[in-house]
């Protein structure tokens, strides 16, 4: 397959030929947490083809951003030191995007992780340094929260600092900022 290219002498449209192809960003997103397998990538990108699908992750894989471990019959991708370098960037496209959520359609998709991001804005204002896990429904995750900014994985932290426990409607929420989250809102772990 060719590769496609802007072939402008540019910055951002350099960084575009890489992850600026549709879902590109997304399967980022998905991986910003932690590992995943292919099969988990496609149940939490609805709307995605398998051939869509694996053309990105042989793109990515390709240009460096993710890599693909094999372990005998167990395979799952990851992303590389480059590919979470894209932190920043989904911070910023998430910042950006969630005034424009508004409420959610019948049709809209959703998967607690997808709030990952700006809960975790919200999550940081209420406790500046420390490690939180969050419960949304089904769903665990936890925060890092350093001077050096958030990062969120997949699963309780293995000693986290606080906890909290959302329905998905309470987590939708503070992400959107309709709620305020507090630092009596997170429980102390013991």
């Given at each position: 397959?060719?590769?496609?290219?802007y072939d402008h002498y540019c910055a951002v449209s350099r960084a575009l030929d890489l992850v600026g192809d549709r879902w590109s960003l997304l399967v980022v997103?998905?991986?910003s947490a932690g590992p995943r397998r292919y099969s988990d990538l496609f149940a939490d990108l609805p709307g995605i083809s398998t051939d869509m699908l694996a053309t990105r992750l042989k793109g990515l894989e390709r240009d460096g951003v993710i890599i693909h471990r094999r372990n005998g019959m167990r395979s799952s991708y990851e992303l590389t030191d480059t590919g979470r370098a894209l932190r920043p960037v989904l911070d910023?496209?998430?910042a950006w995007g969630t005034p424009l959520l508004g409420d959610r359609k019948p049709t809209d998709a959703v998967r607690a992780h997808w709030l990952a991001l700006p809960l975790g804005r919200a999550i940081a204002t209420a406790l500046p340094e420390g490690t939180v896990t969050v419960h949304i429904g089904?769903?665990?995750l936890h925060y890092v929260i350093t001077p050096n900014g958030?990062?969120?994985h997949d699963g309780?932290?293995?000693t986290p600092d606080r906890e909290l426990s959302l329905a998905l409607s309470e987590a939708t929420e503070i992400a959107t900022g309709a709620r305020l989250l507090t630092?009596?809102?997170l429980s102390a772990t013991p």
């Open positions: 397959m060719s590769r496609r290219s997103r998905e991986l910023a496209l998430a089904d769903t665990v958030i990062t969120h309780p932290a293995p630092l009596d809102s």
